[in-house]
T-cell receptor
Framework: AQKVTQAQTEISVVEKEDVTLDCVYETRDTTYYLFWYKQPPSGELVFLIRRNSFDEQNEISGRYSWNFQKSTSSFNFTITASQVVDSAVYFCALSGGSNYKLTFGKGTLLTVNP | DTGVSQDPRHKITKRGQNVTFRCDPISEHNRLYWYRQTLGQGPEFLTYFQNEAQLEKSRLLSDRFSAERPKGSFSTLEIQRTEQGDSAMYLC????????????FGPGTRLTVT
């Protein structure tokens, strides 16, 4: 069975602070994929990133960066110099093996205050 | 290029009534997924299609739920004899034909059963 745990239910920061969202996953598949999605107040899930289990290179995209560590089964997401527009619920998700479905964590509500 | 669209965006119905939701995927995508999201939770997988074939159904999908994807294009999700516990956001997503590709989500249909 696959499982994704996002231990941080809510995080509140002040604009320009850096913030890291944690994601820990469980899977028995040797090949799997990890994702992050953003769900702003409007409700639509927005795809942010996909990582393969065999590629542990960290990735940076503008103010966003992702740290994938297989040794600790973690796929953490850092926003540098946060902005009010970053306020949203962020979901970590997992798919793998013969399962095409995404298994989501419960999400982390990020509030960035001006 | 248009994204995934869903109709209606909101539906209020009385307990016991039947409801039907529609999803139009991104045109190049041959995989289509349905998820359900309740308040404070991540989306939960319901079912998915590859072209017109329904390949997997979750245990969450009781006998009152049925989904179709005629001709491998749009999909419908029908709930018969709605119950208050069916109140949720119903999300549709689509992707290319491989589990490594990210799923793109529509805006969802929010169902309220009174």
């Amino acid at each position: 069975a696959q499982k994704v745990t996002q231990a941080q239910t809510e995080i509140s920061v002040v604009e320009k602070e850096d913030v890291t969202l944690d994601c820990v996953y469980e899977t028995r598949d040797t090949t799997y994929y990890l994702f992050w999605y953003k769900q702003p107040p409007s409700g639509e899930l927005v795809f942010l990133i996909r990582r393969n289990s065999f590629d542990e290179q960290n990735e940076i995209s503008g103010r966003y960066s992702w740290n994938f560590q297989k040794s600790t089964s973690s796929f953490n997401f850092t926003i540098t110099a946060s902005q009010v527009v970053d306020s949203a619920v962020y979901f970590c998700a997992l798919s793998g093996g013969s399962n095409y479905k995404l298994t989501f964590g419960k999400g982390t509500l990020l509030t960035v205050n001006p | 290029d248009t994204g995934v669209s869903q109709d209606p965006r909101h539906k209020i119905t009385k307990r016991g009534q039947n409801v039907t939701f529609r999803c139009d995927p991104i045109s190049e995508h041959n995989r289509l997924y349905w998820y359900r999201q309740t308040l404070g939770q991540g989306p939960e997988f319901l079912t998915y299609f590859q072209n017109e074939a329904q390949l997997e159904k979750s245990r969450l999908l009781s006998d009152r739920f049925s989904a179709e994807r005629p001709k491998g294009s749009f999909s419908t999700l029908e709930i018969q004899r709605t119950e208050q516990g069916d109140s949720a956001m119903y999300l549709c997503a689509s992707s290319f034909d491989t589990y490594s590709y990210e799923q793109y989500f529509g805006p969802g249909t929010r169902l309220t059963v009174t």
